[in-house]
């Protein structure tokens, strides 16, 4: 009788193999669900520090410390998951931090004080941190190769659609109900997004594949090393567009306010415009970058967010003599952020499936780390220089990483597994 032979890997077509259909499609919107309400979450603290900071008697430095600790902790809670969504699976790491930021958000509307607040807000920035890494791996290697860049983008879009609805909630419902009340609220989304992640989505072939086939349970983190020069310059390059993107957000809404003389429903208004302009930068990132290539969309919507960065900010006096002027800025600067459409694709298409979700978590979410100094070094810059140009920074910043993506290899239309 002859041996009974091992099974072979199945050989089925992968799902990023096949022709778009709706498979596809629930992942990209299952992985949207995901990732507005994270971003949701992260920013809400931004539209209600006027209210919060008044009533539990907050310095601008106390506000930004606990501004600052939540992106601090996503920095923890992307290393964290992203390890984590290599050894486990992209699915339950998407459905765990789902429930922490939804938890932390709604905990948040029970703070009395500022270590509470710390606290819950921790919660929070570390289940953020933790969501984008498995969300946007499951994409890059679940839908086909021509359709990545768009895919990736429109789940991003729900950044700047998280903004926008923080922004509604900071203009109009904190007013009508209260900061306290719009937090706890706030916190209910995640338990739909829960369970229609757990009933839905399904996990990806890529990583089964990978992991089945490498014969390990664990993360080669040697792997990370011998790519440690495509893995250093991507940190720098996403470095530079993070320390654009919260130099301009993060102080913003209190900016306009504080500094501007803005009532709260204008500053809405115009941070509305700017989440518009953001929403139409990631949808059409994708197919630009599909289209033309990763660097050149890249760089001309870095350029873009630089660009109408300055009128809001160092320029203002002489933009708000201009009718308008200062909303097409915002709007501008919106569209701009788009760039990050492009952020997760390139990351993946640059280093192998088994350090994929690891590289993800640990290249955003470290950047977006060092974040924690950013709100309390703009408080500490605008009391001696104006906050205006202290964010203006952001335009610097922006420009430099649009430029250094140059450096990078151009890798439109490679397959997913080309580094395994």
Same mark, same amino acid.
């Given at each position: ?8 890997? !199945? ?8 022709? @778009?259909?709706?498979?596809? *499609? ?33 310095? @601008? ?20 998951? =992203? ?5 486990? =699976?992209? /699915?339950?790491? +998407?459905?765990?931090?789902? @429930?922490? &930021?939804?938890? =932390? ?12 607040? +710390? ?25 086909? @190769? ?7 983008? &429109? ?22 109900? =209260? ?19 757990? /009933? ?29 020069? +495509?893995?250093?310059? *991507? ?9 654009? &993107? ?9 900016? *306009? ?15 509305? /415009? ?17 289209? &033309? ?10 350029? %873009? ?20 002027? +200062? !909303? ?64 203006? *920074?952001?335009? %610097? ?17 490679? !397959? ?5």
């Amino acid at each position: 009788m002859e041996p009974v032979a091992k099974r072979a890997p !199945s050989r089925d077509p992968l799902m990023n193999q096949r022709a @778009a259909g709706p498979i596809h *499609l629930r992942i990209v919107a299952l992985a949207f669900a995901a990732w507005i309400f994270d971003f949701y979450d992260l920013v809400l603290y931004s539209f209600l520090l006027v209210p919060v900071a008044r009533e539990l008697h907050l310095t @601008a430095e106390q506000s930004s410390i606990a501004l600052g600790m939540s992106l601090l902790m996503t920095a923890i809670g992307g290393v964290t998951f =992203g390890v984590l969504g290599d050894r486990f =699976g992209r /699915k339950p790491m +998407i459905a765990a931090t789902v @429930a922490i &930021y939804g938890v =932390g958000t709604a905990l948040c509307g029970f703070s009395h004080n500022l270590t509470q607040l +710390i606290v819950f807000r921790s919660i929070t920035g570390l289940g953020m941190g933790g969501g984008w890494a498995p969300g946007q791996s499951l994409v890059a290697e679940c839908v086909p @190769a021509e359709r990545r860049a768009r895919y990736a983008g &429109y789940v991003q879009t729900g950044a700047p659609l998280g903004v926008l609805l923080a922004a509604a909630a900071g203009g109009y419902v904190a007013p009508a109900l =209260g900061w306290r009340l719009t937090f706890m609220l706030s916190g209910v989304p995640a338990l739909f997004v829960l369970a229609a992640v757990m /009933k839905w989505m399904p996990e990806s072939d890529v990583w089964r594949r990978t992991r089945t086939e490498a014969g390990t349970r664990g993360v080669d983190l040697r792997a990370i090393l011998e790519h440690r020069r +495509i893995f250093a310059m *991507l940190f720098v390059i996403v470095l530079l567009n993070s320390e654009a &993107y919260w130099f301009t957000y993060t102080w913003m809404p209190g900016y *306009l306010e504080l500094k501007r003389g803005l009532t709260a429903v204008a500053a809405s208004h115009l941070l509305i /415009k700017m989440q518009i302009g953001g929403v139409l930068g990631y949808l059409t990132f994708g197919r630009v970058a599909d289209g &033309y290539g990763r660097r050149p969309a890249f760089c001309a919507y870095g350029l %873009l967010m630089a660009a109408g960065t300055l009128p809001p900010t160092i320029l203002w006096n002489a933009a708000a003599a201009v009718p308008g002027l +200062i !909303s097409i800025a915002m709007f501008t600067a919106g569209f701009g952020t788009g760039i990050w459409a492009g952020i997760a694709p390139m990351i993946a298409e640059m280093l192998p499936t088994r350090i994929r979700n690891t590289s993800l978590g640990l290249i955003l979410n470290v950047t977006r780390g060092f974040q924690f100094f950013t709100p309390i070094l703009i408080a500490m810059m605008g009391a001696r220089v104006g906050f205006g140009a202290t964010l203006s *920074l952001g335009a %610097l910043f922006s420009t430099m990483g649009a430029l250094l993506v140059w450096i990078l290899p151009e890798t439109r239309g490679r !397959s997913i597994t080309a580094m395994d």
